[in-house]
């Protein structure tokens, strides 16, 4: 099929839930194979099936045993999804031997889907050959079924003839061969070569240029198992879905570093474990978590005010806009927004912010230790153990820098609100009085992050190294977001099994609390004299968390 067919056959083919078919072996603990497959064609959107080719007795530290599915059997599962479900895309790893690759020829010429992702399964993460010199040749000879081939770079050496590339240039000149050779689209991929990048390129036979091209710093984990499978799963579900191979490679790229990045979080297995497949989906599970906490199912759960429009954080959000006015109007925001903000003035904020910190994990953990459920004692004495965490990172910056460490009146008097609150009042007051320093903080790191973007775009050469960055990067992180999420819907909950007494003291310590962060921000500028240095250009327009 030539380049123009395939893009015609996938664009006029596009499904919002693809049906896609894994062929290929398994893995009991999950992060390979077969199970690799279907969790990726799953959380990114489509409806996975399988044909079994081996049934692999494999861990995280290797392969025991591997049992190959006798052919006639492999091509009878082929022909019963076949015969029943129209497949939209077909992805196709370990076939093992010449009689199986023929098996899955013979299916394709007579079945052929809109898209055929080929992981071309020849050589272990150990270098050793899992193919006999006889099936290499046959899975040669079926390239020419596959729309795109996901080869490492020991699999495109053997491809191609030619030794294992060592170099960029040389990868993207064997991947233009493998493509003008077959006819297909090629993903050259750079995990395999050293140093601290990993450049990945989408060729198009006929093209001598990538029609794709990204690069970017490596993830730093051990746990790496099964990520071929799961980046070729990922292209031909998206393929699938979008029509387009820039875009779809582009995505699952993307997608496989987040899985990479969130890998450790898994803790399977004692060797090489699997990446984090449903990283992604975090962020929409504690809200819909949160929600169900919110009052779905939940007798009295729904908020205070039966019928109301908004709930009763919401409520609160709108009677404290003035303060985020003022916080938007201020010296520190816009100027750290801007990346203007001078390093002392900054430097004395993380002083500041350290001492705050550590107070602050203190009223979470009281919150922990007075807490009315087990759910809720748990969320705080993390949100407790997360700002310890923090705060160890922040004294080694300070002292780094040489700077010194000493509260000022504003900080002091925030801090002994919030352990004073957390201590004696209400456990409803208290977990109010918490809410914005998470509520805010996401808030902010939203907006200057979608600032920052901006930025970049409007800088021509798409990066802006912001000086303050780190710091947008930990507000406006999913995760984080998600976090004050949670904590709002703690609020809302207790909000809805008190009486207005007390739902009155959970306002007006929520409102002092973002007085204290209002002034908090502004201290620094003001003990060191800062002039206003102007708004930054998002600043205006209320958007909650």
């Known amino acids: 099929m030539s380049t123009d067919q395939t893009i015609s056959s996938i664009q006029s083919n596009v499904r919002k839930v693809p049906r896609v078919l894994s062929i290929a072996g398994t893995d009991p603990t999950g992060g390979a194979g077969q199970q690799a497959d279907l969790k ?33 059997v492999i091509t009878a599962q082929l022909q019963a999804v076949s015969d029943d479900v129209t497949v939209d895309a077909v992805k196709i790893g370990m076939l093992g031997s010449v009689d199986v690759i023929a098996a899955v020829n013979d299916w394709l010429q007579a079945n052929r889907p ?35 081939v996901t080869p490492n770079l020991p699999e495109l050496a053997v491809l191609v003839g030619e030794p294992v590339a060592e170099d960029w240039s040389t990868a993207l000149e064997q ?48 746990n790496t198992h099964g990520t071929g499978c799961s980046l070729s799963s990922a292209v031909a579900v998206l393929g699938a879905r979008t029509g387009d191979w820039s875009v779809a490679v582009g995505v699952a790229r993307e997608w496989l570093r987040g899985a990479l990045t ?26 819909l978590l949160t929600d169900w906490a919110n009052g779905m199912g939940q007798e009295g759960g729904a ?86 965490r923090e705060t160890e990172q922040l004294h080694r910056t300070l002292v780094d820098a040489g700077v010194p460490v000493t509260p000022s009146a504003v900080t002091a008097e925030y ?29 902010i790191g939203n907006r200057l992050q979608e600032h920052r973007e901006r930025m970049a775009a409007e800088s021509g050469d798409g ?16 995760e984080f977001t998600a976090l004050a999420r949670r904590a709002r819907g703690v609020v809302d909950v207790l909000a809805g099994q008190v ?29 060191a004299g800062t002039t206003q240095t102007g708004h930054q250009a998002s600043s205006r327009g209320e958007r909650g968390t």
């Open 499 to 527: 009486g207005p007494e007390v739902r009155e003291e959970m306002a007006r310590a929520f409102r002092r609390a973002c007085e204290l962060e209002l002034r908090f921000f502004e201290d620094p500028c003001e003990r």
């Open 175 to 222: 991947g233009r061969t493998l493509a003008e050779r077959h006819n297909v689209f090629v993903l050259v991929k750079g995990g395999h070569l050293a140093g601290d990048r990993t450049p990945d390129a989408l060729l198009a036979p006929g093209q001598p240029e990538p029609v794709y091209q990204a690069a970017g710093a490596k993830v730093r984990t051990n």
């Open 303 to 388: 908020g205070p005010e039966k019928g109301a429009d908004s709930s009763f954080t919401e409520q609160l959000w709108a009677r404290t806009g003035d303060i985020r006015s003022q916080i938007d109007d201020g010296r520190f925001v816009p100027a750290l927004g801007q990346g203007t903000l001078p390093r002392d003035v900054f430097l004395d904020y993380l002083s500041q912010d350290l001492i705050y910190l550590q107070d602050y994990s203190r009223a979470l953990a009281q919150l922990a230790v007075r807490a009315p459920t087990e759910q809720w004692r748990a969320f705080f004495a993390s949100g407790a153990a997360g700002c310890a």
């Open 114 to 148: 809109p898209v055929v992702v080929l992981d071309p399964v020849m050589i272990a993460t150990s270098g050793d050959r899992l193919l006999a010199q006889e099936a290499e040749e046959a899975l040669r000879d079926l390239l020419h079924r596959a729309d795109l």
């Open 40 to 72: 990726t064609f799953a959380v990114l959107g489509g409806y996975g099936m399988s044909v079994v080719t081996a049934a692999i007795a494999q861990n995280t530290r290797g392969v025991r045993l591997v049992h190959s599915v006798p052919t006639e």
């Open 262 to 287: 969130h890998a450790d979080e898994l803790e399977v297995g004692q060797g090489n474990g699997p990446v984090h497949h449903g990283h992604h989906l975090e962020a929409h599970l504690v809200q």
């Open 415 to 443: 801090t002994e609100f919030l352990l004073a609150t957390t201590q004696t009042r209400d456990w409803a007051v208290g977990a109010a009085a918490v809410l914005p320093c998470y509520w805010l903080y996401a808030w």
């Open 463 to 478: 990066g802006w190294d912001h000086p303050y960055g780190a710091w947008v990067d930990s507000y406006s992180d999913p």
